[in-house]
């Protein structure tokens, strides 16, 4: 019996330890850019997008800062045998309020890819390489919303976004839940939901017997206060 509750302990860890945090989450839908301009393929030897998305930032309404000392973007990404979460250090964000309603208005923001972080220091100079993003190459991510519509099924302040997300070069549309809350000091942004790296051309394999799973879930965690 000793022996018995030793394995039961033993393989309920190796499962914890082996299961995919993707499997649970709403994945995004991964469609072609709504963006006319050109995207460079990963596999591409032709300079990278330098398209600097706040340039063409026209808002409708009023432009409200993202703070990023009290914002976040995460990401976890998983292995055969576990995980690792990390994240960006450098971002700069905006939205655009229109008429104090999420619908009508839009979020915008760019990523440094080179301020990435991990919780294992050879995994954070590995993911900077041609393996993954590459950041001398492509030293930004970007997304612009390019819709927002309410969920009415799943209640007030729930939301589906649409927009064009930008990594490695690689431009598509994409389609993820999220919630957003309009109010009086502050406009937020939380979300969290899967996307397949290899839709974005990162198809690095990692070992034969390690093998790296294709969806990473990413964390949004955007606040904007509001001048008063």
Sequence with gaps: MKYLGVFVLTAAALASACADPAANKPKATTTAPSSASPAVPASSTAAPSTTDVFASFKPKGTAIDVDAATSKIEFTGSKVTGKHDGGFKTFTGKIDLVGEKAEDSAVVFEIEMASVFTDADGLTKHLQNEDFFEVGKFPKA???????VADAAKGAGNYTVTGDMEIRG?????????KITVAADAVTVNSEFAINRKDFGIAYAGKADDLIRDDVVLRLDLKAPRKK
């Design 170 to 178: 690689v431009k598509k549309s994409i389609t993820f839940p999220a």
């Design 142 to 148: 970007s997304f612009v919303s390019t819709k927002i």
